[in-house]
């Protein structure tokens, strides 16, 4: 760089010739030159804000395009993470407590049409109706042909139904995915599981929800995607549920029975080891319940749990456990059994006259009314109340079902001393089959109560003291004894010790005047093996009658006992229970109870 | 110096940029690859639904016993009954063979008569 004199000779010569001071010329260059020095550092200054300016504002423009980016763009998860919902299923399984599926899901499709975009709308209606005979084909063309832009054609169709649907090849007809809930053993279980539906729906998917039974008590459970698609297990065994149903829908066709219940309960975990209601339906096809007629005689009616009866006799065991826990009786106490019983305009009568009196085991083993009467005097209308309370008949039973709320048991409204009585051997008080399963199993654990459960339980349940050990025992012998030398002798079953109680109670008329003649509810409440009871079984038929005698039987004897006494003889095996006796035992040894 | 320092800014530059692509492919090939693993993850799951189900559908109580009854001749499947249990004692222990040994040496001279 040449730099400038700031006293440049020749203008310093020139300046003393004229007479002019030269610092005035220095001055002057020192000025110039200041100026420059200042104009480079201002436009050096300029463009290094300009250069920040500029890098300022991409930076901030760069936050703002990606603020906007971040605000109007769909949220999404971050895709390391997507552990995708795809992967567990909408809705959990339903097993059995050996792990064996009673629901699961299935992916299916469901059809729609946007007839907009049908090309040939008559011919698709016509290819439908082939592929799907129950379609409506004029109500498909006036769809197709009318003003609607959007029509679902059917919820759930079967891959070969899509690709016959794909061969129309209608750009029309579209498909959206569907999971639809299976239950792969049919109408087993049926009442017990219930059902299920479409809820909310969109194209691309479907809401299950369940309608009946456990998917509707325990919706939120099956839905939930914290669960991670656990499966939800029942105490049901699925072998034994359908040994049950098997030989209970055989019962009820040879004993004519237009319907007919059966539950299995452990005594000990108040699980639920099988529960048949007959008729009984097809899940996966679920009937509407109908609008008109009796509705306890509908397919959808669980007998086992909403069914309402009175008992008969079964009651009377509970009777006479509460008169040996008091210490009022003792199972040879002598009771008075001359009848008819009076009271007021009232008579109570027994099936047989059995003389003037009998001990307190031979009135349970012959079933005497009047027996059970005059030991419920003794106990009285409070102390009864009292007992039964406790054993769960006065409120509805808390099983895992939706419709188990629903079935309050029916009370007198006045607990009169005559409702004592007939109470005392069943009559007068309206209870579910579930009810007295859990009555049962009190007196066959030994005396305390049990809560029935549908669910799984690895432990038994230590409930509430009901009655003591002493008395359970002493009910139960008399229940053996009613096996071996009374009413139920058809329900012996060789090597299980069978103990129970019939019950035989006339059907109350509909129109609420008294009872029918021949119409019964027969039931047999059991427990096996007595002297060590494992299970309840409760046995019960609407409506049977027995014909192979000259005059037609309709007594739970010769009906429900010897259908209970066959379902012992299937399903105790396959409990795991070993007969008491060595296989293969010579005839003339009898099994004796303890 | 300062050149030099210039020089190396560059290079540690050029550096980490290199690095920084190299992780943004990695983790790009890793999410595609989880990505094909959970559709395939997620179609291996539905087929085994499909499969459970199906497997449920053909054991069904009710098809076994039909399927029970119409091949009866071979099978010979009938209920269980409690008669078929059966007690330890009645299953007899296998048959005593006696240990027989062939082509044996006679080594030992006890009882061998001088």
Redesign the interface.
């Known amino acids: 760089m040449i730099r400038t004199p700031l006293r440049p000779l020749a203008s310093v010569l020139h300046a003393r010739e004229i007479g002019e001071n030269p610092d005035m010329i220095e001055r002057e260059n020192i000025r110039v030159r200041h100026e420059q020095m200042r104009d480079r550092s201002r436009s050096r200054a300029e463009g290094r804000l300009l250069v920040l300016g500029v890098m300022f504002f991409c930076a901030f423009g760069v936050i703002g395009a990606r603020m906007s980016a971040l605000a109007q763009s769909e949220a999404s998860e971050p ?2 993470s ?3 919902a ?2 567990i ?1 909408q809705r959990a399984d339903i097993v059995d407590r050996r792990g ?2 009673l629901a ?4 299916t499709h469901s059809l729609y049409a946007q007839p907009q975009q049908l090309i040939d709308r008559e011919r698709a209606a016509r290819a439908l109706v082939k592929i799907f005979p129950d379609l409506d084909e004029e109500r498909l063309i006036a769809d197709f042909t009318g003003k609607r832009k959007f029509l679902w054609v059917k919820k759930k169709i079967s891959p070969e139904q899509k690709q016959a649907v794909h061969d129309i090849g209608d750009p029309g007809l579209l498909f959206g995915p569907r999971e639809m809930r ?1 239950y ?3 109408a ?1 279980a049926a009442h017990v599981l219930g059902g299920a539906s479409f809820g909310r729906e969109g194209v691309s998917a479907a809401e299950v929800i369940g309608v009946a039974g456990v998917e509707k008590r325990f919706d939120d459970e099956l839905r939930d995607p914290a669960n991670g698609g656990k499966a939800l297990t029942l105490s049901l065994d ?2 034994v549920q ?2 049950a149903e ?1 030989v209970l829908f055989g019962g009820m066709k040879l004993m004519n029975a237009k319907g007919a219940a059966a539950i299995l309960m452990d005594v000990h975990t108040g699980e639920i080891v099988a529960m048949v209601s007959l008729p009984d339906f097809d899940p996966n096809e679920r009937p509407r319940p109908a609008v008109e007629g009796n509705a306890a005689d509908n397919p959808l009616f669980n007998r086992a749990v909403q069914g309402l009866y009175e008992l008969g006799s079964t009651f009377k065991i509970f009777t006479a456990a509460q008169a040996l826990d008091l210490g009022l009786a003792n199972p040879a106490t002598m009771i008075k059994t001359a009848g008819p019983l009076k009271w007021g305009k009232f008579k109570i009568r027994d099936f047989h006259n059995y003389g003037a009196e009998l001990t307190l085991t031979k009135v349970i083993v012959k079933s005497s009314n009047i027996g059970t009467a005059r030991l419920a005097q003794i106990i009285g209308a409070t102390r009864q109340q009292e007992f039964l309370r406790s054993l769960g008949f006065f409120d509805p039973t808390t099983i895992e079902l939706t419709e188990a709320k629903g079935a309050v048991p029916l009370l007198p409204p006045n607990w009169s001393e005559l409702s004592t009585m007939t109470i005392s051997y069943g009559h007068g008080l309206s209870a579910s089959p579930l009810h007295l399963a859990a009555g049962y199993a009190a007196i066959a654990n030994g005396g305390t109560k049990v809560t029935p459960t549908l669910l799984k339980r690895s432990a038994p349940q230590h409930g509430a003291r009901l009655m003591s050990a002493e008395a359970a025992k002493q009910a139960r012998q008399m229940l053996r004894k009613v096996v071996t030398e009374g009413t139920a002798s058809f329900g012996e ?4 010790a069978v103990g129970g109680k019939t019950g035989t109670a006339d059907k109350p008329r509909e129109n609420g005047r008294g009872y029918h003649d021949d119409k019964v509810i027969a039931t047999f409440a059991s427990m096996f093996p007595a002297h060590d009871p494992k299970y309840v079984l409760i046995v019960m038929l609407d409506e049977p009658v027995e014909t192979s005698g000259p005059k037609p039987r309709r007594t739970a004897g010769w009906t429900a006992v010897p259908v209970a006494a066959e379902m012992i ?2 399903i ?3 409990l795991g229970l ?2 008491d006796v ?3 035992q010579l005839a003339g040894i009898t099994l004796t109870s303890n | 110096m300062r050149s030099l320092f210039g020089v190396l800014t560059a290079l540690a530059v050029i550096g980490l940029a290199f690095w920084a692509y190299q992780e943004n492919y990695q983790t790009q090939r890793s999410v595609s690859k989880i990505e094909n693993l959970q559709r395939e993850i997620a179609s291996a799951r539905s087929r085994l639904m499909i499969l459970r189900a199906e497997w449920a559908y053909l054991n069904r109580p009710d098809r076994l016993l039909d399927l029970a009854e119409i091949n009866y001749d071979t099978l010979q499947l009938l209920p269980l009954r409690p008669d078929q249990f059966g007690k330890v004692d009645q299953v007899a222990f296998p048959p005593h063979e006696p240990l027989i040994l062939e082509g044996s040496v006679e080594v030992s001279t006890d009882g061998v008569k001088p």
């Open positions: 895709r390391i997507s552990a995708g795809d992967i299923a064996r599926i699961t899901n299935l992916e299976l792969p053993n049919g087993l699925l072998t359908a040994a098997r079953v060789p090597g299980y003889g299937r105790a095996p396959l070993r007969p060595e296989p293969g």
